[in-house]
Nanobody
């Protein structure tokens, strides 16, 4: 059974950077997709970035050019480098690996 734990959230001023990490434990299939989502207060959970088992990446337009998703397969770790953060990036960020969700990590961006 896969377990997923995110870390790296926090508070930052607009224009700053944060790097989120997501570590998966358990049996991880090499075909598993990995994704980052976020949920702002009062809104639904939106997918913002994915990386396929072949390394193909996708980004939601609102984060394209500012966020970068990477993975360290030997460490079963997924990362999200977030640069040029905006107040509208404030949300709880979740990763999903092999259809298993983490508990989320809060990111707060102040003006």
């Amino acid at each position: 059974q896969v377990q997923v734990v995110e870390s790296g959230g926090g508070s930052v001023q607009a224009g700053g950077s944060l790097k989120l990490s997501c570590v998966a434990s358990g049996v991880i299939s090499s075909s598993c997709g990995m994704s980052w989502y976020r949920q702002a207060p009062g809104r639904g959970r939106d997918e913002i970035s994915t990386v396929s088992s072949l390394g193909t990446t996708w980004y939601r337009d609102s984060v394209k050019g500012r966020f970068a998703i990477t993975q360290d397969k030997p460490k079963n770790t997924l990362y999200l480098q977030m640069n040029s953060l905006k107040t509208e990036d404030t949300a709880v960020y979740y990763c999903k690996i092999c259809n298993t969700w983490g508990q989320g990590t809060q990111v707060t961006v102040s003006s």
